[in-house]
Nanobody, 124 residues
Framework: QVQLVESGGGLVQAGDPLTLSCAASARAFSTYAMGWFRQAPGKEREFVATISWNGITIFYADSVKGRFTISRDNAKKTVYLQMNSLKPEDTAVYYC?????????????????WGQGTQVTVSS
């Protein structure tokens, strides 16, 4: 069983940066690919970013490419999402997810464990 706890959400203004963290309880954290997803009010959950077990393979949604950076620290069992140039349309609950595979994936159905989410609100 893997427990994931997100932190770092909050209310920011458009253009501001924000960094989310996700701490994992998994004993073999380095064997899991990790992902970030988000869900805005009235919308379906969507993919944001994913990173492979070793941090080499990374994918981003087109909507965040060039603005967001995903990274991981296997020693700290933590994955990060650095968000720059935030826009009001980035407002959502952001979820961290772990996949029982070392390979990055953008498909939410590929992930086995999910955090409770952290709210990010970007005001214009």
């Amino acid at each position: 069983q893997v427990q994931l706890v997100e932190s770092g959400g909050g209310l920011v203004q458009a253009g501001d940066p924000l960094t989310l963290s996700c701490a994992a309880s998994a004993r073999a954290f380095s064997t899991y690919a990790m992902g970030w997803f988000r869900q805005a009010p009235g919308k379906e959950r969507e993919f944001v970013a994913t990173i492979s077990w070793n941090g080499i393979t990374i994918f981003y949604a087109d909507s965040v490419k060039g603005r967001f950076t995903i990274s991981r620290d296997n020693a700290k069992k933590t994955v990060y999402l650095q968000m720059n140039s935030l826009k009001p349309e980035d407002t959502a609950v952001y979820y961290c997810a772990a996949r029982s595979s070392p390979y990055a994936s953008s498909g939410s159905s590929e992930y086995d464990y999910w955090g409770q989410g952290t709210q990010v609100t970007v005001s214009s």
